[in-house]
């Protein structure tokens, strides 16, 4: 059987459906030329955050082309210990996020807290750092969301600087040995 009885068999929709679908892929591919450099939108390819990793730069074999960590190395480490009373539920590196399961304390039962922490930027500084606590209450043996605790927030924003901080100090000391 040949080709052109192979695409006779097919309906006019599923031709008209190849069309168009054909016609979309090489509408998409118009602006590609061989051998151009893509422009580096310097945008992470996870969380679409400005100053992320760049999907060539994470995919590359050129170990010296890596900057190290996209985000501050103290700031991240901070993080990870001031987090780490909490268990963990989402650690992304790349985009420098640290979820935490909910939490309960044994002594309140009917509530719980869930904490993001977001490192953006690759200096310590504080706004280089962003924590958000969600809290929960059980209402009739469900759980309802009660919105964020804000000051909550800020003491552990305030934890992690002062924890990135002595870290900083210790390897300091430590190089000055």
Not at 63 to 79: F, I, Y
Not at 80 to 96: E, N, Y
Not at 109 to 124: C, M, W
Not at 141 to 162: C, F, H, I, M, S
């Amino acid at each position: 059987m040949g080709h052109s009885s192979f695409t006779k068999t097919w309906s006019p929709m599923k031709r008209a459906f190849l069309l168009i679908t054909s016609l979309a892929f090489l509408t998409a591919c118009e602006g590609i030329r061989p051998g151009e450099p893509t422009p580096d939108p310097n945008i992470s390819v996870f969380t679409g955050k400005p100053q992320g990793t760049p999907l060539d730069k994470l995919l590359s074999d050129d170990k010296s082309a890596g900057d190290g960590m996209p985000v501050n190395a103290l700031l991240w480490r901070a993080a990870l210990d001031i987090a780490s009373f909490v268990p963990l539920d989402d650690v992304d590196t790349f985009g420098g996020t640290i979820v935490t399961e909910w939490y309960q304390k044994s002594a309140d039962a009917d509530k719980r807290l869930k904490l993001s922490f977001f490192v953006t930027g690759l200096e310590l500084r504080s706004d280089a750092i962003t924590v958000r606590a969600y809290l929960q209450t059980r209402q009739n043996n469900d759980w309802v969301d009660a919105g964020q605790d804000q000051q909550l927030a800020r003491k552990l924003e305030d934890l992690t600087l002062t924890r990135a901080r002595e870290l900083r100090a210790d390897a300091v000391a430590e190089t000055a040995k």
